[in-house]
């Protein structure tokens, strides 16, 4: 009995010892740890922000996973290195000095400005008479008349006369408000010269940042790759009871998505780049690269200032509502001048004596019958104050209907000028709140996409065999791909998050007003107290790696 009862036990030892060497042999399956294998080179475990992660503190594998590192820290086989040829390094710094040093633009506006000065040094020499110099001759032959007696006769005479002396036509009307108007204009030309240069620091600002968007894309995209690339040599090793053969060709489709999206963001840099360049009038065939980090964050304003508050500083500072106010003053002007035109006379200082009324002192000599027997010195200069009716007073009617109807279209392009400032502040100041939230948000989903790619490869590794079923994965593959494509999009919603907010402080910083030398002559310094005007408790810039906090 004792025999048959121990051979009745001796059976479900059997199979228990058979079932254990079973799920042995099973595990002994899966491939050697992930940092094992050739070609992984383990690099710090960082969020976006550069802070060391803990994820896994509680429940970490015998050997730490391999987490490529957000920006500034450099990527392993596979990374960017390998897919970026070597740019031309450049810092936002030096962008911006090259946006000043004579952009098209400004060039144009330059030129404006000493077009400007020229008309405005014509208008100031109108009281000042032309000098001329020269000769004139003068012959007739045949019938004249005796003015004194009123016969004809038939005699010829001619005259030589060498000399010159002043004449002057100028209206006193011209004389007194044309200078004013000039000098008006001026003023405006170089309102637009200032607007110009801030217009440049904005273009050039967006076009560096698109470039530190498409960078960020490419680093997160690199780093998804370098997991996705550790996701499809894990499957590969996996036994295939544990895992159908679909799984592997849904890491490897994923991995080559990843590629793909890898070559538009490689594309998207270099079209930023050539951008870059065409503003900077760089070879545009150069492949600009930033030394700062790809998340890299500017801070010249509170994104907490609301609109009202900025608003006043915008209208005091902005060079486009000072350019059209001062054209507003120079319509009004040469309206005051076409409607005091007819009151004030017409100044003409001339020569009578000679054909052109140009020449009025000199040597002449004359005679008769083709002689020239008499010489001697000359001199002859008359002066006249004329008032006109133009056209009866009827071009002087056109004329001042013409310059209000002028004036009125500058007093209506300032108010446009006005309302599209305070647009443009409501919108820039809207832009950089939003982009504030959006930057703590897309960090915070940064931080959450890591911590589950990684925890979803440490699944990967555990097996379970629940209810006496067969031995199966904690997670499976495709629960990884799923983390992966998370990590992407989060690793691209930060970086234009990120690129967004520097923009959004730049489009504040202009649609304020203020002037574009100042920020030329710090970028990439710790930037004094804005100068005045300059927005209420203005925040000094700075230059990070990851968002405000």
Not at 64 to 74: E, F, K, Q, R, S
Not at 123 to 145: C, S
Not at 314 to 328: D, F, G, K, T, Y
Request: hydrophobic share 45%; net charge positive; glycine share 8%.
């Amino acid at each position: 009995m004792r025999r048959r009862r121990c051979r009745h036990w001796l059976l479900p030892i059997a199979l228990w010892a058979s079932l254990i060497g079973d799920v042995a042999g099973q595990k002994s399956s899966l491939p050697p740890a992930i940092e094992e294998m050739p070609g992984a080179s383990p690099l710090a475990r960082q969020s976006p922000l550069g802070a060391t992660s803990d994820l896994f503190a509680q429940a970490a594998p015998p050997a730490p996973l391999p987490i490529p590192g957000p920006a500034g820290v450099g990527f392993p086989v596979g990374g960017m290195d390998a897919v970026v040829p070597e740019g031309l390094p450049i810092n936002l710094a030096a962008a911006m000095q090259l946006s000043g040093v004579r952009p098209l633009d400004i060039a144009a506006a330059m030129a404006q400005v000493q077009q400007a000065l020229a008309l405005q040094l014509q208008a100031k020499a109108l009281w000042i008479p032309t000098l001329n110099g020269g000769v004139t001759y003068y012959r007739h032959d045949g019938v004249q008349q005796d003015i004194f007696t009123g016969p004809n006769f038939r005699k010829g005479l001619q005259s030589f006369f060498v000399g010159g002396g002043p004449s002057l036509f100028v209206g006193l009307t011209d004389a007194i408000f044309s200078p004013l108007a000039a000098r008006r204009v001026v003023a405006a030309r170089r309102a637009d010269l200032q607007a110009a240069r801030n217009d440049v620091l904005l273009t050039v600002a967006q076009a560096y940042f698109d470039v530190q968007a498409a960078r960020g894309r490419l680093l997160g995209v690199g780093a998804t790759i370098v997991r996705a690339e550790l996701l499809v040599n894990f499957t590969k090793g996996l036994a295939p009871s544990l895992i159908a053969p679909l799984e592997i060709n849904r890491a490897q489709a994923e991995l080559q998505s990843l590629r793909q999206s890898q070559q538009i963001a490689i594309r998207d840099w270099r079209v930023a780049s050539a951008r870059l360049a065409e503003v900077l009038l760089l070879d545009p065939a150069t492949l600009l690269e930033p030394v700062e980090p790809a998340f890299l964050q500017v801070t010249f304003v509170d994104s907490e200032r609301s609109p009202e508050e900025l608003l006043p500083v915008a209208l005091n500072s902005r060079p486009e509502i000072a350019s059209r106010q001062e054209l507003v003053a120079a319509a009004n002007l040469l309206l005051r001048r076409e409607k005091n035109r007819p009151l004030l006379p017409s100044l003409i200082v001339t020569s009578p004596a000679t054909a052109t009324g140009l020449l009025a002192a000199g040597n002449f000599s004359a005679g008769a019958n083709g002689m020239l027997n008499s010489n001697g010195s000359r001199m002859d200069i008359a002066v006249a104050a004329v008032w006109e009716l133009q056209n009866g007073g009827v071009g002087n009617i056109g004329l001042i209907r013409q310059r209000r109807a002028e004036q009125e279209l500058a007093s209506i392009e300032l108010t446009r000028t006005v309302f599209r400032v305070k647009s443009e502040v409501s919108q820039a100041v809207a832009r950089l709140q939003t982009a504030r939230m959006r930057v703590v948000e897309t960090d915070a989903g940064v931080r959450q996409a890591i911590e589950s790619a990684d925890k979803n490869f440490i699944g990967l590794r555990e097996t379970a065999r629940p209810a006496g079923e067969l031995l199966r994965l904690i997670i499976r593959p495709q629960e990884v791909v799923a983390a992966l494509i998370a990590l992407n999009t989060a690793y691209e919603q930060y970086s234009a998050a990120v690129s967004e907010y520097t923009v959004a402080q730049f489009e504040v910083y202009h649609a304020l007003g203020q002037p574009a030398q100042w920020v030329t002559s710090q970028a990439g310094n710790t930037l004094p107290p804005a100068p005045s005007p300059a927005p209420p408790h203005a925040a000094s810039a700075s230059a990070r790696g990851g968002p405000p906090h």
